[in-house]
């Protein structure tokens, strides 16, 4: 359908080791990070560029599994310290993890540069992290065509005027409801989304945890379920594994904002087409603790699951 | 597509008054009632026969209003006394109604009696009442082709053996998410739908308030969505006006259980429409208090808002 070429896409965001506990049970340690959900998604689709700090802790092991998954790990700056880590909770309400201690550790002093090999990505997910930061990194790149970023409640309230003039310059943002409706002070998904494409983003994916997501572009509105699964493990990931299997599949259709403004119809529906593919992979993500299934994970896995969601889908 | 002809529906519930507070604004002694608000949503598809109790102060004007919309009312018995009256409000979570007061009033004695004219309907609602009153009704219906019930926690606990009696018969369980995994003991929606099934009721409907709901039927599952609505300004009666439209689509169908038996995919396609109906209706419900919108509410208001959603669950 598309005939644009596969582009890779530059991503910045965090490397992290997390302590985490859910209904499930336990995970001390394992790897996590923003950056890591999301290349480990979006590479089932096309090539990755990562920009993150690491500790002289972080194993050199998966560097190198990163690397043989496609995804460019020559942006990931090595400090002396320790890895970012973060020890999070969820009770029963899965959709909400509850954070007991964050340890930035050399994340703290991130100072994003970009190697010259990385400057000229068409294709940009910012995760979730400093608004700062994000729009430095965005400064960096050359040209870009299509920029997504994430964002959470401690940016929205403590870097308000800063986040606003990283939004300025994004074309998708995927955010949580509750994200939502606190960016946009509104009560209602329809309101809180048409009020942030005013502030920027012309389309914007709300996530709702465990009941699906709700996207909204230029021209239409889609809702979706949430795949079901037997048993949540872990939600850690979900929504940056999301964030991948939506740039990843928008990527390699070459998407643009050239192919949004020519034919508004046919971006919703390959927008809509991307979020059936970032709800599969993120109830992948949540079968297992950090990216245990992820790693194993291979397109003929998602491509099945997907047919099943779409029966599930459809009104038939 | 259906040649059968359309079939009147039996239903038993309550009538009732509700002084109800929601984010929104407060109501008192509003019209409310389980087969109100049934009744309202399914005679916009077919005629409908009631089995209720009210009290002498119930206004004759409504009755008369119910009349006109094709529901047959010589089966409400209006007894000496008041009518039952629910006191309730909503905090910010719309999709659960904390009880403040019940006044069972006349509804405490209810012994229903069908009038003869009333036991042959083939298709019958039970609605959120006592299990052992519910089986009352549908012992007194003769050659039934097609019964659905609702339940609470309430009875889950409290009778839980007359319950699974009640749902030995049933063919079509709409309920609550939580009272789904308190009835079955289990945790995610697949799993508790399934158990469910075992206990008689070959189809079941998960109700998931502004998330929307999950069907089950012999041979599929359907996610649906809920529709979006700007403001919920109040939201008793949706889960009653969803399972109305719901059944009113099924009895205009034809539905019974030979054609589940006879063509298991035709029926589950059947049911996930049935299911857009009923996600439709209740939308409209929750736009007023009390039954304010439903007493205008035209078919094709309910066709327009259905194709407009259609369009929301359409991948593309």
Redesign the interface.
Known sequence: MHTSPTRPILTVGSMAFDSVRTPAGKADHVLGGSVNYFSLAASLFTPIKIVAVVGDDFPKEHLGFLKERNVDVSGVQVAAGKTFHWVGEYDTNLNEAKTLATALNVFEHFDPKLPETHTDCPVVFLANIDPVLQLQVLNQVRGHEFVACDSMNFWITGKPAELKETLKQVDLLCINEKEAFLLSDE?????AARKIQSMGPSNIIIK?GE??S?LFTPT???????F????VIDPTGAGDSFAGAVMGYLAEAGANRAMMKNDPQAW??LL??SV?YGTVMASFTIQDFSIGRLKTLSREDLMHRREKF???????
């Open positions: 009560k209602s998904l329809e309101k709702r009941y699906g709700a239409g509105t889609f809702l979706a379920p949430a079901l699964v037997d048993e919703d529906q809509r087409r059936v779409m029966r599930m889908m459809s009104v038939g």
